[in-house]
């Protein structure tokens, strides 16, 4: 590293780390750190939430808190990990950090934009913190009618007010990300020489912007019905309940995709890398992005097969979430394809891909069971259904999230972390996760339904080893979060391209400066062309890798 990199690095370290330029900055970088410390914050008030609902469930009996109590823990964990969490952390961090510079832009199309949409996710955040403190919410993050618009006696409107409010940060988050793919490519920067990270994030970027308003109007229907007492979906006032879950799950199916298409683009710039191959299928993996975004739209009634809808609506909507799960297995299949006779390295990014990959496959075939009708039947509403989900979201989402930190980590600190200690955390959180996780898909097999704190003694085994599981869990989630903030003043310098990878990104300095290049870079190769020595790809007149 030069001296006048050493130089632009500690006047980034050093001098503007002011709250103020923090504030007030425009910069996609920054706002990206900000996020960062937002959701991590978030993360662990949600983990807070459970940790306490695996106490509860050790024992069979109800002994550490009651009923009303362990209703508003398992909802507020859930509103805050999936609204405050696991919806924002790729986009809002890695995304913010990462489109424009793959791309070849100085900034997002709208900057200012940007930092409203931080500024609207903390006040949104706020609502969602003060209706906790102020005794939670009951409902489940589900919202089911007519139980949260008339008959819960707990803080609904705050919460729900929460929610809308961070979902315009979500929809400007997504509008912001369409805009700059769209026009603010670099030269040469064509369709299929884009990143796959960027074709998630593009995709990701349309469901947020097409189906966030949804959930948005509903909850806002929610909110009326429960002061006014308009009569939109309780009975008694000659609304439809059923009416509600199709909204609902209208834009909350959708969103389990806004929450795994972009790990899915995480995982094909590490596969990629850590296997030194262009990725297999590079535009079959693209138009797969695409079109989990489009038939993701259209399976919303498989959550609804117990609630009275038509067999033959059951039966469209389980062939339809079979159909949405051809385009991710297409994925799967190539980033297997892409790893055959790679040169590998097992980095702590590479294992956070591979961990996604394992578990992620578990998710989506134990979802298959669920788009079963027979089958859905049995287990609806059990411990199954907690299982599936949390394989995608945590095993998927989570996953991916700190692969994608631990890789971008050296580019956004300029520092590297001990590549031990992170191997050995992505082990335990892969272990911790399965014996969490797994002993539920048996308990929900059996019978045990969510959302209740009492439970028949033979259950207790099974829930004492998905505790267990959660401590080991949460061991490998500090692990990151003491090593990383450890990195940023101990960790050796990372240099431009540590990894040797491919990409515009890698070919700034680590941290980038404001404007990202020093000039704009022209664009000759597709991504991840591996086969070619980095000086043969540089876009800069400069070596790749340094």
């Known amino acids: 590293m030069n001296v006048s990199e050493v130089e632009r690095r500690e006047h980034y370290l050093n001098v503007n780390y002011g709250i103020r330029s923090w504030l007030l900055t425009t910069d996609h970088k920054r706002i990206a750190w900000l996020y960062l410390l937002s959701v991590t914050l978030f993360f662990f008030i949600g983990g807070f939430f459970a940790t306490l609902i695996r106490l509860e469930l050790l024992t069979p009996q109800g002994d ?90 707990t803080h609904v ?61 509903t909850l806002v229907l929610v909110a009326l019905e429960r002061i006014f007492r308009l009569g939109i979906f309780d009975p008694a006032l000659g609304g439809d309940p059923v009416l509600f879950q199709h909204l609902f799950w209208f834009y909350s199916h959708p969103a389990v995709y806004i929450m795994v298409l972009p ?39 498989h959550h609804m097969f ?11 909507f389980s062939l339809l979430s079979f159909l949405v799960a051809i385009p991710s297995a297409i994925k799967v299949f190539n980033w297997t394809a892409t790893l055959y006779k790679g040169s590998i390295s097992y980095d702590a990014p590479m294992l956070y891909a591979l961990g996604f990959i394992g578990l992620f496959t578990i998710g989506g075939l134990t979802g298959l069971f669920l788009a079963t009708l ?34 971008w980590w050296p580019k956004m600190t300029g520092r590297r972390y001990p590549e031990g200690w992170a191997r050995l955390a992505a082990l335990i959180i892969f272990i911790g996760f399965n014996l969490t996780f797994f002993p539920q898909f048996v308990l929900g097999y059996i019978g045990m339904p969510r959302r209740y704190h009492v439970y028949p003694p033979e259950f207790q085994v099974l829930n004492v080893m998905s505790t267990a599981g959660a401590s080991i869990l949460a061991v490998g989630y500090l692990l990151p979060l003491t090593y990383l903030i450890w990195s940023l003043r101990y960790g050796t310098v990372a ?46 007149g400069r070596p790749a890798h340094v």
């Open 374 to 407: 027979g089958i859905d039947v049995h287990v609806h509403d059990t411990y199954f259904v907690i299982a599936h989900f949390h394989y995608i979201m945590v095993g998927g989402s989570v996953m991916g999230y700190l692969g994608g930190i631990h890789f």
């Open 306 to 316: 117990v609630s009275g809808q038509s067999v033959h609506a059951g039966m469209i």
């Open 64 to 153: 550490l808190v009651q009923a009303e109590t362990y209703n508003k823990l398992f909802t507020m964990h859930g509103v805050t990990m999936i609204f405050f969490f696991l919806i924002p952390s790729i986009p809002a961090v890695l995304g913010n950090f990462l489109v424009p510079m793959m791309i070849g832009a100085r900034d997002l199309a709208f900057p200012r934009l940007n930092l409203a949409s931080w500024y609207i996710f903390i006040l949104g955040g706020v609502f969602t913190v003060m209706a906790a403190a102020a005794g939670g919410v009951d409902t489940g993050w589900t919202f089911y009618t007519p139980y949260s618009s008339i008959y819960s006696n």
């Open 495 to 540: 240099g431009r391209n540590p990894w040797g990878a491919r990409g515009l990104e890698w070919e700034t300095p680590s941290p980038p400066p404001t404007e990202n290049f020093e000039r704009t870079p022209t664009v000759t190769e597709g991504a991840y062309a591996y086969e070619k020595a980095p000086e043969e790809i540089s876009t800069l």
């Open 263 to 301: 790990a899915m683009g995480v995982v094909s710039e590490l596969i990629a890398c850590f296997s030194r191959k262009r990725v297999f299928g590079y535009s079959v993996v693209a138009f797969a992005s695409l079109g989990i975004a489009v038939i993701g739209f259209l399976v919303w009634g």
């Open 157 to 217: 409107v705050l919460t729900v007010i929460g929610i809308f409010v961070t979902g315009f940060s979500s929809i400007l988050t997504g509008l912001n990300f369409i805009v700059t793919i769209h026009k603010m490519r670099a030269p040469g920067m064509t369709w299929f020489r884009l990143p796959l990270f960027i074709w998630a994030h593009y995709a990701t970027s349309i469901i947020f912007v097409l189906g966030t308003p949804v959930i948005a109007i």
